[in-house]
Structure formats: C-alpha cells, structure tokens
C-alpha cells in the first residue's frame, strides 16, 4: 500500500526558509514521479513543483528561485527546500506521487494525473 507522510511545516516568518519532507513507502519509489501541490485558503490547489523519475524539475512561477524540489532515492523521500518565504505562500502542502503522470509532459502535470497523496502539511507565513 502506498503511503506518503509530509513533515516540516510549521510557522515561520516572511523571509524563512523549512524545508519540507515526504517519506513514502508501499512502491518503488524510483520510478514515480513526484509533486508537491498547495492548497491556500479560499484558493484552488496549486502544482508547487515536480520531478521526474529522472530528476527533471518543473516549478510554477511564483516559486521560481526561491523553492527546490529534490528527492533521495535511497531514503525514499521528496523534498521541498522553500527559500524567502513570503505570506502568499501560506497555504497546506501536499506531496503527491504516481507512475502514470511520468508518460505526460510535465508542463501538463495537474493534481488529477496523481493518484497517491499525502495527509499534507500547514505552512504559515507571518509578516
């Protein structure tokens, strides 16, 4: 059975940098590929950012340069590096995992191509 646990959320203040963990058991973790979305109160969720089995990385662009995700095969675990956090960043993370989702451009990466999903995460922003 797959299972995924986000940890490392939390409050911080604007300018803070957590990283966010997700350890994942129940599939061979190496071929999926992996994403982290966000839902922010009164929002839409979010596609945060996402890797490929390969490594290749995708990140919408309101994290741009300040967000990295990255995953250690060996662990089992995707992360989320999250650098100058500003305030509209608050929002409950999700890490998300699926095998199928490899076989579409990541460009098209939406939360429905997803089907194993973590319990998500509170990150919260104070300015």
């Known amino acids: 059975q797959v299972q995924l646990v986000e940890s490392g959320g939390g409050s911080v203040q604007t300018g803070g940098s957590p990283r966010l963990s997700c350890s994942s058991s129940g599939y061979t973790y190496s071929r999926y590929c992996m994403g982290w979305f966000r839902r922010a109160p009164g929002k839409e969720r979010e596609g945060v950012a996402g890797?490929?089995?390969?490594?290749?990385?995708i990140y919408v662009d309101s994290v741009k340069g300040r967000f990295t995700i990255s995953k250690d095969n060996a662990k089992n675990t995707l992360y989320l590096q999250m650098n100058n956090l500003k305030p509209e960043d608050t929002a409950v993370y999700y890490c998300a995992a699926d095998v199928a989702v490899c076989l579409v451009e990541q460009k098209y990466w939406v939360g429905a191509d997803f089907g194993y999903w973590g319990q998500g995460t509170q990150v919260t922003v104070s300015s």
């Open positions: 890797i490929d089995s390969n490594g290749n990385t």
